[in-house]
Each structure stands twice: as structure tokens, then as C-alpha cells.
């Protein structure tokens, strides 16, 4: 499954990052955006909702390719 996920993150042409310090999260924001965490809070939001669609895409697609394996393996 991990390779999966990390097929589908490579697919991903604007894939970004959460950094882990809260410095280098503001840090592409102009000053108005990071003077307004609001914003930065949402688009971390959104980061983690496309994170949590690529992990649910590779536990199915995992999950699929488990079960064909497994009628291939039951039929023959």
C-alpha cells in the first residue's frame, strides 16, 4: 500500500507540503495572508483533505488489487 501511496503522490504535479515549523508556514504567504492565520489555517485544511483522498485511493485500489489476486488464486 505505501508504494500505492507514494505512486499517487508522485502523479500529484502540485503536491505540497506541511511544514513542521509553524515559521515555514507562513512563509508563502505575503504579510496581509500571514497576518491572517485564518487563511493559512485553511489552506493547511485543504493540503489535509488532498492527503486524506490519496491515502483512501490507495487503501482502495489496494484493497481491489487484494481481492483480484484473490479470485485469481481461488479460480485457478
Given at each position: 500500500?505505501?508504494?500505492?501511496?507514494?505512486?499517487?503522490?508522485?502523479?500529484?504535479?502540485?503536491?505540497?507540503?506541511?511544514?513542521?515549523?509553524?515559521?515555514?508556514?507562513?512563509?508563502?504567504?505575503?504579510?496581509?495572508?500571514a497576518?491572517?492565520?485564518?487563511?493559512?489555517?485553511?489552506?493547511?485544511?485543504?493540503i489535509?483533505?488532498?492527503?486524506?483522498?490519496?491515502?483512501?485511493?490507495?487503501?482502495?485500489?489496494?484493497?481491489?488489487?487484494?481481492?483480484?489476486?484473490?479470485?485469481?488464486?481461488?479460480i485457478?
Amino acid at each position: 500500500m505505501h508504494e500505492l501511496l507514494l505512486t499517487l503522490i508522485n502523479k500529484e504535479s502540485d503536491f505540497e507540503l506541511i511544514e513542521g515549523d509553524s515559521n515555514d508556514l507562513t512563509s508563502n504567504y505575503n504579510d496581509d495572508d500571514a497576518s491572517n492565520f485564518s487563511r493559512v489555517i485553511e489552506k493547511n485544511r485543504k493540503i489535509l483533505k488532498r492527503y486524506q483522498a490519496l491515502i483512501r485511493s490507495a487503501v482502495t485500489l489496494d484493497a481491489l488489487m487484494d481481492s483480484e489476486n484473490e479470485e485469481n488464486y481461488t479460480i485457478k
